[in-house]
């Protein structure tokens, strides 16, 4: 099962926007999406905080960063299946 990490913060509705397409297509394939509150890590809040929503790939870093549609996201979910 692809495991990923949706970074975000509370109040985003880019990110309830992302949270949504990713749930859409879990419904779909096996996958499983933990929210990351970037607030409270000021590690992650340096890292993604001009650039949340962003998806993370845990066993391999990759990521997806927003703007992304539903086809981009089943795209970008399709070439971590691969490397699995």
């Not at 703007?67 to 996201?73: H, N, T, V």
């Amino acid at each position: 099962m692809i495991q990923l990490h949706l970074f975000s913060t509370s109040g985003c509705h880019l990110c309830e926007l992302a949270k949504a397409l990713v749930d859409e297509l879990a419904a779909a394939i096996p996958l499983h999406c933990q929210e990351i509150e970037i607030t409270t890590d000021e590690a992650l809040v340096e890292r993604y905080g001009v650039r949340i929503p962003v998806l993370r790939d845990t066993a391999g870093g990759k990521e997806l960063g927003w703007p992304f549609d539903a086809e981009q996201l089943k795209d970008f979910v399709q070439t971590l299946e691969k490397i699995d």
